[in-house]
């Protein structure tokens, strides 16, 4: 028996960043409980087999679109709007990362980072906001990082564009709350995907990863499906400006060597 109070049945969910990883997980959770969903990427071929690869029993809308572009996000929403009526829950999860010294950052490799990561989600975000706020409904999910907890060496853009967009989440659930629009984040942790896969096929970086984190094991893009699906469902109708942070324990407290 299904409960009605963690539904998604029937809603319109625009997942933006769906390609794979994270996004495709989180596309696939509202598709097979009923949700329409529509997926956005940047690479019309890789969009549309990530697509099919979902769409076997529950069918999804593939629509490219580069978050880097604000024509491409205003062409994106419209067509999502107008095939579909409306945007019931977006989730923002189409980011770039790259690992160097701070210093070693060029002035188009940091635009990079934040275009897509920060200024990609905003826009992204007041489209369908406006959307959103003409209907007096409608749930923002946007995915944060483990840096605005505590920023890793190397990645200081990355850190830097996360710590803005959940400033944005804060600004955009004051602002609209008033008006029907909710607006949350989830923050993974350590999480496998194909970006991450060389990182973490190393044995010295599983081993710490396990002595940092109470759970013990790496994540799953699967893993954020559950509070995806929550943040956007009838369960978290009160809930707004939040950061659920789905990472295995890793922020509860630091690891160090001393036993019991």
């Known amino acids: 028996m299904t409960d009605p109070l ?26 097979e409980r009923g949700a329409r969903v529509v997926v956005t990427g940047r690479d019309p071929a890789t969009l549309e087999k990530a697509a099919r690869s979902i769409s076997a029993d529950h069918p999804v809308r593939a629509v490219a679109c580069d978050v880097a572009d604000p024509s491409s996000i205003a062409a994106c929403v419209k067509t999502v709007v107008d095939e579909l009526g409306h945007v019931d829950t977006l989730v923002n999860v189409a980011g770039v990362n790259q690992r160097m010294p701070v210093e070693s950052y060029t002035v188009e490799q940091y635009d990079h980072i934040v275009d897509i990561n920060m200024r990609g989600a905003y826009l992204m975000s007041i489209e369908v906001g406006k959307h959103m706020l003409a209907r007096g409904a409608g749930a923002q999910v946007n995915i944060d990082s483990l840096n605005t907890y505590a920023p890793l060496e190397h990645v200081t853009p990355y850190a830097m564009s996360k710590a803005g967009l959940l400033m944005m989440v804060r600004g955009l659930a004051s602002e609209w709350g008033s008006r029907g629009v909710r607006v949350n984040s989830i923050a993974p942790g350590f999480v496998l995907t194909d970006l991450t896969r060389a990182v973490w096929e190393r044995e010295d970086m599983q081993a710490w990863m396990r002595r940092n984190t109470p759970l013990g094991r790496l994540g799953a893009p699967a893993d954020m499906v559950g509070a995806a699906v929550f943040l956007a469902s009838p369960a978290s109708s009160f809930m707004s400006g939040q950061t659920i942070r789905v990472d295995g324990g890793i922020t509860a407290g630091i690891a160090w060597p001393l036993g019991g």
Not at 7 to 15: A, D, K, W
Not at 23 to 29: K, L, Q, S, Y
């Open 6 to 31: 963690f539904s998604v049945r029937g809603q319109v969910v625009l997942v933006s960043g769906a390609s794979r990883g994270i996004g495709h997980a989180i596309a696939a959770g509202f598709a």
